[in-house]
């Protein structure tokens, strides 16, 4: 063994003969550069219900066959022996060879798990909605074909077989299409929906950001801030446990922002190591961040500016590109001094710039990082002020008769928020008009026709 390989048992894992409340799993983790930090991947097999009981980590070039060093590898079978084991998370994407081999060399019954499965497995069982589902089971489907294909060829090089497995394949392949045409149905609902709502007024805000980065607690956050009749989190901060993927299923929230009727809506997180196809089969989610009047890129400040960097090249890579300004929030700015937050501000404007440089058109619409905090509220008028300077706007002054469709026209007016303000003169009265451009023009035409 060297300086660059470790493998242990985890001293907090639980007897294996006590009872236990998930099932006993090992991290595995490779990286050519530097010693694999196991902190992300051990927190997503608990996130799916493993018990971390040991880790083997390896510094050095993948292998072919097993991902891990082949002794590395022997070292993982003979831990997985000693404690009980029932699964190996790996700490990477997995070609399909390499998980059979690597399943073949450990112990009868132990399962493989490469950080793309164990991301869908936490996915899947925790969707809540019918679009979720969809996009969930399709991202695990595409992970199993090449999979199954795989086991299909091994089965028909060893014996002679029916051709079971090639008809599984086609079952899977069938019901991918179907799937697709499903996802392709709801995508267009939303976007006909997103159309309805911009046509009712409001602005369409979307947060997206990395796994865990606070985004569900800064849209409650912005919510209640624009909201003076709920004073639900006035005294209490916005609490949403520290988890990946605590949020699993778009959410959308009416709110005013700096006088704008707007409509948050809080996605899925994204994660590194998942393949661009599974990160094609959230078509319905991607799509209605690349739709946004602004997206709201919400960044964990705690984090240090190399893991700053990683993440935001995960994120925006996958969005691809942007209608709408995208403003960063440095979210938890309550957890570092002024120094180490302006280095994260550096760390966010230096992958941007990067990410510019390789034509990565979104990098085009990122604005300046603002530092925030949901938990206390800092930086919350400075975050609503950038949102709302982003958002597509329009003024213009109409001067109308009394009388006629005037009041009919105003009332939809203020309905819609475009009404910035009103004089009531001895013949007439002066509407001025600000808001989104479509509905600040709908509105002028009413009052023409009034």
């Not at 690597?102 to 950080?115: I, K, N």
């Not at 230096?350 to 603002?370: G, K």
């Amino acid at each position: 063994m060297t300086d660059d390989d470790t493998h242990s048992a985890d001293p907090d894992a639980p007897d294996p003969t006590t009872e236990r409340s998930g099932k006993r799993a090992l991290v595995a983790a490779r990286n050519a550069e530097t010693e694999p930090d196991t902190t992300e991947i051990r927190e997503l097999a608990a996130a799916t219900g493993y018990v971390v009981v040991g880790s083997v980590t390896q510094r050095r070039e993948e292998d072919p066959t097993y991902g891990l060093g082949r002794g590395r590898a022997e070292d993982l079978m003979r831990l997985a022996a000693t404690t009980d084991a029932e699964a190996v998370v790996y700490d990477g994407s997995l070609s399909p060879g390499q998980t059979f081999s690597l399943g073949e060399l450990l112990p009868a019954g132990v399962a493989v798990l490469d950080r793309p499965r164990i991301v869908l497995d936490r996915l899947a069982t925790a969707a809540d909605s019918r679009s979720a589902d969809i996009q969930f089971e399709l991202a695990q489907l595409r992970y199993e074909l090449p999979r199954l294909r795989e086991a299909a060829a091994r089965d028909r090089e060893t014996v002679r077989l029916r051709p079971e497995g090639r008809g599984r394949v086609l079952d899977l392949e069938r019901r991918i299409d179907t799937l697709e045409d499903a996802l392709e149905n709801i995508t267009a609902d939303r976007s006909q929906r997103r159309a309805e709502r911009r046509a009712a007024g409001f602005d369409l805000v979307v947060a997206a950001g990395y796994t865990n980065a606070g985004k569900s607690q800064l849209c409650r956050r912005l919510a209640e801030s624009g909201n003076p009749d709920d004073d639900a989190g006035a005294d209490t901060p916005a609490s949403v446990a520290d988890r990946p993927f605590g949020t699993v299923a778009t959410s959308t929230t009416e709110a005013a922002l700096g006088g704008r009727r707007a409509l948050i809506t809080d996605t899925v997180g994204f994660i590194g190591g998942i393949s661009h196809e599974t990160v094609a089969s959230f078509r319905a989610t991607l799509e209605a961040i690349r739709d946004a009047d602004c997206v709201l890129l919400v960044i964990d400040a705690s984090d240090d500016p190399d893991t700053i960097r990683r993440k935001l090249r995960v994120v925006l890579s996958a969005v691809g590109s942007a209608s709408g300004a995208v403003v960063p929030a440095l979210n938890k700015g309550d957890r570092v001094d002024a120094t180490q937050l302006a280095a994260r501000t550096d760390a966010v404007e230096a992958a941007t710039a990067a990410l510019r440089d390789e034509d990565v058109a979104v990098a085009d619409a990122v604005r300046s990082p603002i530092p925030t905090s949901a938990r206390d509220g800092a930086g919350l008028d400075d975050l609503v002020t950038a949102v709302t300077a982003s958002l597509p706007t329009a003024t213009t002054t109409v001067t109308v008769s009394y009388g006629g469709g005037m009041e009919a026209a105003l009332s939809w007016a203020y309905d819609r928020g475009v009404v910035a303000d009103v004089a009531y003169r001895n013949e007439d009265v002066r509407v001025d008009l600000a808001g989104r451009p479509s509905t600040v023009d709908a509105a002028a035409r009413r009052f023409d026709q009034s």
